[in-house]
């Protein structure tokens, strides 16, 4: 028998739709290339051999907002941000004006960057933070992207997300395991 639990697959159309819609796809770093065709396959970046140390402290709740999304109030570099639960962006993505409250202010040639959003190219510059935490599950030195423009609010990427052992969504919010 079949069992289908209509809430939590509201719960993952949700998700699936929010990472869809703001999808991070970086497109092309090296040497400030060109975005490539939308028809393009994405390429395949080798990882490098560097080991990233795992993440520790206690598991974090996220609770589920009014709006359906997982709004996050992070620790990064020391200073409170709030962040958007995104599993569909790669990388944890800051606006430009939190990236300022934390003391990063890329030169305008350090946008080298660009990647495709719901709204279009926009360029970014990549950024290494030296921690992020969410509740005292934290992580440290997580790449990043300072956004030029065109990002209405920070997001909580895989660079975050991908380290952690675990993390589960339920109805009611996201469970984040170190």
């Known amino acids: 028998m079949i069992r289908v639990d209509f809430q939590s697959a509201a719960v993952l159309s949700g998700a699936l739709l929010a990472a869809f819609s703001t999808a991070l796809v970086i497109r092309h770093f090296e040497g400030g290339g060109e975005a490539l ?18 993440a520790t402290g206690r598991p974090a709740q996220v609770m589920r907002a009014a709006d359906g999304h997982y709004w996050a109030q992070a620790r990064i570099d020391g200073h409170a941000v709030r962040v ?11 606006t430009r004006d ?53 990002l209405s609010y920070s997001l909580l990427g895989m660079s975050y997300l991908g380290r952690l052992s675990a993390f589960e969504a339920t109805p009611a919010g996201l469970t984040l395991r170190p």
């Open 37 to 54: 065709a939308a028809s393009a396959p994405i390429p395949v970046v080798q990882a490098q051999a560097t080991v990233l140390e795992p």
């Open 84 to 94: 958007l639960v995104d599993t569909g962006a790669s990388l944890v993505a800051l």
């Open 98 to 150: 939190d990236a300022r409250r934390l003391g990063v202010n890329p030169a305008p040639s350090d946008f080298t960057g660009k990647v495709q959003t719901a709204s279009g190219m926009v360029r970014a510059a990549p950024v290494e933070l030296s921690s992020v935490s969410v509740s005292g599950a934290r992580i440290d030195k997580v790449q990043a992207l300072v956004f030029e423009d065109g």
